[in-house]
Protein backbone atom coordinates (compact mmCIF):
# COMPACT_ATOMS: atom_id res chain seq x y z
CA UNK A 1 0.00 0.00 0.00
CA UNK A 2 3.02 2.68 0.77
CA UNK A 3 4.71 1.60 -1.99
CA UNK A 4 1.62 1.68 -4.37
CA UNK A 5 0.97 5.46 -2.89
CA UNK A 6 4.85 6.77 -3.84
CA UNK A 7 4.61 5.14 -7.17
CA UNK A 8 1.21 7.26 -7.71
CA UNK A 9 3.38 10.46 -6.03
CA UNK A 10 6.09 9.68 -8.61
CA UNK A 11 3.88 9.87 -11.77
CA UNK A 12 1.71 12.93 -10.34
CA UNK A 13 5.21 14.80 -9.87
CA UNK A 14 6.33 13.81 -13.42
CA UNK A 15 9.90 11.68 -12.94
CA UNK A 16 11.30 10.52 -15.63
CA UNK A 17 13.11 7.39 -13.93
CA UNK A 18 13.13 5.73 -11.16
CA UNK A 19 15.59 3.72 -8.72
CA UNK A 20 15.18 1.52 -5.89
CA UNK A 21 17.59 1.44 -3.10
CA UNK A 22 16.74 -2.00 -1.81
CA UNK A 23 14.74 -4.00 1.47
CA UNK A 24 11.95 -4.13 -0.96
CA UNK A 25 10.29 -7.88 0.51
CA UNK A 26 10.65 -8.36 4.60
CA UNK A 27 9.05 -7.24 7.34
CA UNK A 28 5.65 -6.04 5.40
CA UNK A 29 2.67 -7.65 5.16
CA UNK A 30 2.50 -8.17 1.12
CA UNK A 31 5.89 -9.11 0.12
CA UNK A 32 4.83 -10.66 -3.25
CA UNK A 33 2.83 -7.55 -3.90
CA UNK A 34 5.82 -5.18 -3.17
CA UNK A 35 8.18 -7.93 -5.54
CA UNK A 36 5.14 -7.75 -8.19
CA UNK A 37 5.31 -3.81 -8.62
CA UNK A 38 8.86 -3.52 -8.68
CA UNK A 39 9.41 -6.55 -11.60
CA UNK A 40 6.39 -4.16 -13.50
CA UNK A 41 8.13 -0.85 -12.63
CA UNK A 42 11.21 -2.20 -14.27
CA UNK A 43 13.63 -0.04 -12.63
CA UNK A 44 17.20 -0.37 -11.73
CA UNK A 45 17.30 -2.01 -7.65
CA UNK A 46 20.30 -1.69 -5.36
CA UNK A 47 20.95 -4.99 -3.15
CA UNK A 48 19.85 -4.13 0.45
CA UNK A 49 20.98 -6.48 3.80
CA UNK A 50 17.68 -7.78 4.07
CA UNK A 51 17.12 -8.79 0.17
CA UNK A 52 20.50 -10.53 1.17
CA UNK A 53 19.08 -12.03 4.33
CA UNK A 54 16.22 -13.59 1.94
CA UNK A 55 18.90 -14.84 -0.53
CA UNK A 56 21.27 -16.25 2.12
CA UNK A 57 18.68 -17.37 5.42
CA UNK A 58 21.87 -17.68 7.76
CA UNK A 59 23.01 -14.34 7.12
CA UNK A 60 20.73 -12.51 9.30
CA UNK A 61 21.94 -14.07 12.51
CA UNK A 62 25.06 -12.30 11.80
CA UNK A 63 23.31 -8.87 11.85
CA UNK A 64 20.72 -9.46 14.62
CA UNK A 65 19.57 -11.66 17.05
CA UNK A 66 15.94 -10.36 17.67
CA UNK A 67 14.13 -13.46 16.78
CA UNK A 68 10.92 -10.99 15.97
CA UNK A 69 12.81 -9.62 13.46
CA UNK A 70 14.26 -13.08 12.30
CA UNK A 71 10.55 -14.49 12.36
CA UNK A 72 9.23 -11.75 9.88
CA UNK A 73 12.20 -12.44 7.47
CA UNK A 74 11.81 -16.57 7.47
CA UNK A 75 7.79 -15.64 7.09
CA UNK A 76 8.21 -13.04 4.16
CA UNK A 77 10.58 -15.49 2.69
CA UNK A 78 7.91 -18.27 2.70
CA UNK A 79 5.29 -15.86 0.47
CA UNK A 80 7.82 -15.56 -2.10
CA UNK A 81 7.86 -17.13 -5.43
CA UNK A 82 10.90 -18.84 -6.94
CA UNK A 83 10.08 -16.37 -9.65
CA UNK A 84 10.89 -13.21 -7.05
CA UNK A 85 14.12 -14.88 -6.14
CA UNK A 86 15.70 -14.90 -9.59
CA UNK A 87 14.58 -10.95 -9.69
CA UNK A 88 16.04 -10.23 -5.87
CA UNK A 89 19.76 -12.00 -7.36
CA UNK A 90 20.08 -9.30 -10.12
CA UNK A 91 20.19 -6.36 -7.64
CA UNK A 92 23.36 -4.71 -7.72
CA UNK A 93 25.40 -4.04 -4.33
CA UNK A 94 26.42 -0.23 -6.02
CA UNK A 95 25.25 1.27 -9.46
CA UNK A 96 26.22 4.62 -10.74
CA UNK A 97 23.53 7.28 -12.58
CA UNK A 98 24.83 10.01 -14.82
CA UNK A 99 23.44 13.40 -13.90
CA UNK A 100 23.90 15.72 -16.20
CA UNK A 101 27.57 17.21 -15.44
CA UNK A 102 28.26 14.54 -12.48
CA UNK A 103 26.84 11.60 -11.41
CA UNK A 104 24.86 9.98 -8.71
CA UNK A 105 26.48 6.91 -6.92
CA UNK A 106 23.89 4.45 -5.38
CA UNK A 107 24.39 2.10 -2.43
CA UNK A 108 22.29 1.12 0.52
CA UNK A 109 24.15 1.43 3.85
CA UNK A 110 27.60 3.01 2.24
CA UNK A 111 29.17 2.21 -1.54
CA UNK A 112 31.54 -0.43 0.60
CA UNK A 113 28.26 -2.06 2.83
CA UNK A 114 24.99 -2.59 2.90
CA UNK A 115 24.63 -2.88 6.85
CA UNK A 116 26.62 0.55 7.28
CA UNK A 117 24.78 3.60 8.82
CA UNK A 118 25.19 7.03 7.19
CA UNK A 119 23.90 9.95 9.55
CA UNK A 120 23.51 13.58 9.59
CA UNK A 121 25.41 13.11 12.93
CA UNK A 122 28.67 11.16 10.88
CA UNK A 123 31.60 12.63 11.77
CA UNK A 124 33.51 14.13 8.85
CA UNK A 125 36.45 12.27 9.16
CA UNK A 126 34.29 8.98 9.59
CA UNK A 127 31.87 9.73 6.12
CA UNK A 128 35.19 10.06 4.20
CA UNK A 129 36.03 6.32 5.35
CA UNK A 130 32.28 5.26 4.77
CA UNK A 131 32.20 7.06 1.35
CA UNK A 132 35.91 5.67 0.05
CA UNK A 133 36.99 6.47 -2.72
CA UNK A 134 34.32 5.73 -5.44
CA UNK A 135 32.68 9.29 -5.02
CA UNK A 136 29.83 11.38 -7.37
CA UNK A 137 28.63 14.71 -7.12
CA UNK A 138 25.48 12.79 -5.11
CA UNK A 139 25.62 9.94 -3.02
CA UNK A 140 22.69 8.20 -2.23
CA UNK A 141 21.22 5.94 -0.14
CA UNK A 142 18.94 4.61 2.63
CA UNK A 143 19.52 1.71 5.58
CA UNK A 144 19.08 4.02 8.45
CA UNK A 145 15.08 4.72 7.51
CA UNK A 146 15.50 8.32 8.64
CA UNK A 147 15.69 10.56 5.77
CA UNK A 148 18.88 13.13 5.68
CA UNK A 149 20.13 15.72 3.21
CA UNK A 150 23.83 16.88 4.45
CA UNK A 151 27.01 18.88 2.18
CA UNK A 152 30.02 17.29 2.81
CA UNK A 153 33.31 18.40 1.14
CA UNK A 154 30.69 20.01 -1.69
CA UNK A 155 28.97 16.79 -2.50
CA UNK A 156 25.42 15.79 -2.05
CA UNK A 157 25.10 13.02 0.51
CA UNK A 158 21.39 11.90 0.83
CA UNK A 159 19.05 9.21 2.69
CA UNK A 160 15.90 8.91 0.54
CA UNK A 161 14.35 6.94 3.62
CA UNK A 162 12.16 4.44 3.73
CA UNK A 163 8.59 3.50 1.81
CA UNK A 164 7.03 0.85 4.11
CA UNK A 165 9.11 1.72 7.74
CA UNK A 166 10.19 5.21 8.05
CA UNK A 167 11.63 6.16 11.37
CA UNK A 168 10.85 8.44 13.65
CA UNK A 169 14.55 8.58 15.54
CA UNK A 170 17.62 6.32 14.50
CA UNK A 171 17.74 3.31 16.89
CA UNK A 172 20.65 1.48 15.73
CA UNK A 173 19.16 -2.08 16.05
CA UNK A 174 16.47 -1.16 18.76
CA UNK A 175 12.65 -1.54 18.58
CA UNK A 176 11.71 1.63 16.35
CA UNK A 177 8.76 4.26 15.77
CA UNK A 178 7.22 4.19 12.60
CA UNK A 179 6.05 7.56 11.07
CA UNK A 180 2.38 6.92 9.27
CA UNK A 181 3.39 8.36 6.03
CA UNK A 182 5.67 7.17 3.00
CA UNK A 183 9.20 8.52 2.02
CA UNK A 184 11.35 8.71 -1.03
CA UNK A 185 13.56 11.45 -2.15
CA UNK A 186 13.15 13.34 -5.96
CA UNK A 187 16.68 14.79 -7.54
CA UNK A 188 16.25 17.58 -10.49
CA UNK A 189 19.41 18.64 -12.37
CA UNK A 190 19.05 22.02 -14.32
CA UNK A 191 22.48 23.54 -15.56
CA UNK A 192 24.63 21.84 -13.89
CA UNK A 193 22.94 22.02 -10.33
CA UNK A 194 21.33 19.68 -8.21
CA UNK A 195 17.94 19.85 -6.56
CA UNK A 196 16.61 17.68 -4.25
CA UNK A 197 13.63 17.39 -2.55
CA UNK A 198 12.49 14.84 0.57
CA UNK A 199 9.67 13.69 -0.15
CA UNK A 200 6.40 12.42 2.29
CA UNK A 201 3.52 10.67 1.13
CA UNK A 202 0.80 10.51 3.73
CA UNK A 203 -1.45 6.96 3.69
CA UNK A 204 -4.47 5.77 4.96
CA UNK A 205 -4.07 4.34 8.47
CA UNK A 206 -7.52 2.74 8.49
CA UNK A 207 -6.10 0.99 5.19
CA UNK A 208 -3.03 0.35 6.48
CA UNK A 209 -4.58 -1.21 9.59
CA UNK A 210 -6.93 -3.40 7.90
CA UNK A 211 -4.25 -4.81 5.51
CA UNK A 212 -2.16 -5.86 8.24
CA UNK A 213 -5.35 -7.45 9.85
CA UNK A 214 -5.28 -9.73 6.75
CA UNK A 215 -1.58 -10.93 6.65
CA UNK A 216 -0.30 -13.54 8.93
CA UNK A 217 2.73 -11.88 9.00
CA UNK A 218 4.60 -12.23 12.46
CA UNK A 219 4.87 -8.24 12.71
CA UNK A 220 1.40 -7.41 11.38
CA UNK A 221 -0.10 -6.86 15.34
CA UNK A 222 2.88 -4.44 16.07
CA UNK A 223 3.04 -2.69 12.71
CA UNK A 224 -1.01 -2.22 13.45
CA UNK A 225 -0.33 -0.43 16.30
CA UNK A 226 2.16 2.25 14.44
CA UNK A 227 -1.11 3.70 12.96
CA UNK A 228 -3.64 4.22 15.23
Not at 93 to 100: D, F, I, R
Not at 142 to 170: A, C, E, I, K
Request: one cysteine or more; hydrophobic letters at 40%.
Amino acid sequence: MALRAVLADIKRRGVDQTVCLGDVATLGPSPQRSVDLLIELNCPCIMGNHDAFLLEPGLVKTYTQASAVIDAIDWCRDQLSSGSFDYLRTFKPVAELPLGLGAMLLYHGSPRSNVEDILATTPPEQLDVLLGERQASVMAGGHTHVQMLRQHRGRLVLNVGSVGMPFRDYVAGARPTILAHAEYAVLEEINGVVDVSLCRVPLDRTAMRDSLARSTSPLSGWLAEQYV
